[in-house]
């Protein structure tokens, strides 16, 4: 499977990052088919020289079935050559777990709950109950500890 993905460049400290047409099967900084561009993220955003790209070439690749990683298909986004990838959609990440989407459902239900329960009390008005008044108790006084036979 043929990959769209930066390899790694440059120092220690100071990366530098090549955009290629891998295997996906090939190390991140190995072997690659062809060279598309390169990303420089020391410079800063507003400079032209931050991010090149070879666009003829990105959307031959493209059309052979290469496919970007996320970082890569930002930038292509960006370049208007390929769709931004939507942030729910992110392979690495997916979607919650389980519990959490119960939570999520749990969190969303109490909302939408109180929207239904005004239509009803004005439907049907329900008499309110009478406040019930706790048992009253018998306080008793310490008795004196009787004295203990040896």
């Not at 059309?63 to 939507?86: C, I």
């Not at 709950?113 to 309110?128: N, S, V, Y």
């Amino acid at each position: 499977m043929l990959k769209i993905r930066l390899s790694r460049g440059g120092t220690k400290k100071r990366p530098f990052y090549q955009i290629v047409v891998a295997d996906s099967r090939n190390p991140r900084d190995g072997k690659f088919i062809e060279k598309l561009g390169y990303f420089n993220p020391l410079l800063p955003k507003s400079k032209p020289e931050r991010l090149s790209l070879e666009s003829e070439r990105i959307t031959h690749w493209i059309k052979m079935g290469a496919k970007p990683t996320l970082r890569v298909a930002k930038f292509l986004g960006a370049a208007n050559l390929a769709p931004v990838p939507e942030k729910r959609n992110n392979p690495i990440k997916g979607l919650p777990k389980k519990k959490a989407q119960e939570r999520l459902k749990a969190a969303q239900a109490p909302k939408e709950a109180p929207a239904a329960a005004p239509a009803t009390e004005a439907a049907a008005p329900a008499a309110e109950p009478a406040p019930v008044e706790a048992p009253k108790t018998e306080e008793k006084a310490p008795e004196a500890e009787a004295p203990k036979a040896n």
